[in-house]
């Protein structure tokens, strides 16, 4: 059961094979957990909303439809079908989350950002890794989710444009306009450790 | 072979590793690569902005036991089922179980009620041999006087 691709572990699952769901979870766990990480920016955010992600997976079991036969999906492959099902859920779980009033006042964000139990500050590395972390927390919630599936994540540009919902070339343009974001605010440490 | 203005927006959007590149275009950058000496030139330029944003990365490991989520997920989906799941209806039986314990209590109360009736007048002012103007709530300790020693009657 561990090599079988993702739709035949969907199609047993549907059948309420819990051993098939358990496969499934354990293989995206560590990615979906991931990127839900970078785009919520902490913890306990990214917890909840994997594990909802996970539950509306289950939910959706029972009706889950071969890659072959689902229409309007942009994919290369039955284990892609999945996984842009799964990252578009997930993705759009964490820009809702993101939208939710936050208890913080914006102009203290980049702060509260770099201290907190925070998926970036925590596994930043020293000065740069904490002002890089700081940045990212900062970019618009759409820039970071490309940022976060394409460049840290790996997705395929077609994968990562599914999951956003948006074409191509507007994913081209979130994360153009991340990482020129990105390089106008730690200009400094270029010009300090000649970095960019 | 590729236009050195697209080859700018590749880099600008996926970074300088050709391996991020969209594959369909992976072959005409690097081709370009290594014609041009100011396409290798733009490429470490954005090779710098790159390394910043790996100090950035990797992540900590997972923090959500896979087994655990797991039993959130299906503990969840159950209660969810069992929170939309239409009440049922009792069977015939049960049904005319409650239909009879109703009225068996009805009854039993109103039998209760009329054989009371009679011994208001001589209950009303005395409950239990005691007087009730001569009982304060101050005088008498919640110890002193037990629920079964005073009889409702």
Redesign the interface.
């Known amino acids: 059961m561990q090599d079988e691709p993702d739709d035949a572990l969907m199609g047993r699952a549907g059948r309420g094979d819990?051993a098939a769901?358990?496969v499934l979870?354990?293989r995206h766990?560590?990615r979906a957990?991931?990127v839900a990480?970078?785009i919520v920016g902490n913890?306990s955010d990214a917890?909840e909303v994997?594990?909802e992600a996970?539950?509306r997976c289950?939910?959706k079991a029972p009706d889950w439809q071969p890659a072959s036969r689902m229409s309007g999906e942009k994919s290369s492959g039955d284990r892609a079908q999945f996984a842009t099902w799964l990252y578009r859920v997930l993705t759009n779980l964490c820009l809702d989350r993101r939208r939710r009033p936050q208890p913080v006042e914006l102009e203290a964000a980049g702060e509260i950002a770099d201290s907190r139990d925070d998926?970036?500050a925590?596994?930043?590395?020293?000065e740069?890794?904490r002002r890089?972390?700081a940045a990212?927390a900062n970019l618009p919630d759409r820039q970071r989710a490309a940022?976060a599936l394409?460049?840290?994540e790996?997705l395929?540009?077609i994968e990562a444009a599914a999951a956003l919902d948006i074409s191509?070339g507007a994913?081209?343009s979130l994360?153009?306009r991340a990482?020129?974001s990105?390089?106008e605010t730690?200009g400094d440490?270029?010009s300090n450790g000649?970095?960019? | 072979m590729m236009r050195m203005d697209r080859f700018r927006?590749l880099l600008?959007?996926?970074?300088a590793e050709p391996g991020?590149w969209?594959?369909g275009e992976r072959a005409a950058a690097e081709a370009l690569l290594a014609e041009k000496p100011e396409a290798r030139d733009l490429r470490g330029?954005t090779a710098?902005?790159d390394?910043?944003?790996d100090?950035?990365?990797?992540?900590?490991?997972?923090?959500?036991d896979?087994?655990v989520?797991?039993e959130?997920?299906?503990a969840?989906?159950q209660s969810q089922v069992l929170a939309f799941r239409p009440a049922k209806r009792p069977s015939g039986t049960a049904f005319w179980l409650k239909v009879a314990s109703l009225a068996a209590a009805a009854i039993i109360g109103f039998l209760v009620g009329v054989t009371q009736l009679g011994n208001i007048g001589e209950t009303s002012t005395q409950v239990g041999g005691l007087e009730l103007a001569d009982v304060s709530p101050w005088d008498v300790s919640p110890w002193d006087v037990s629920p079964w020693d005073v009889s409702p009657w």
């Open positions: 819990r769901f358990a979870v354990k766990l560590a957990t991931a990480q970078r913890r917890e994997v594990q996970f539950l289950w939910q998926g970036f925590e596994t930043a590395r020293g740069i890794g890089v972390a990212m940022l394409c460049y840290y790996g395929g540009n191509i994913l081209e994360l153009v990482r020129r990105l390089r730690l440490l270029a000649g970095m960019i | 927006e600008d959007a996926y970074g991020r969209p594959s330029r710098k902005l390394a910043m944003l100090r950035a990365a990797p992540l900590a490991p997972p923090m959500i896979a087994e989520l797991i959130r997920v299906l969840n989906s």
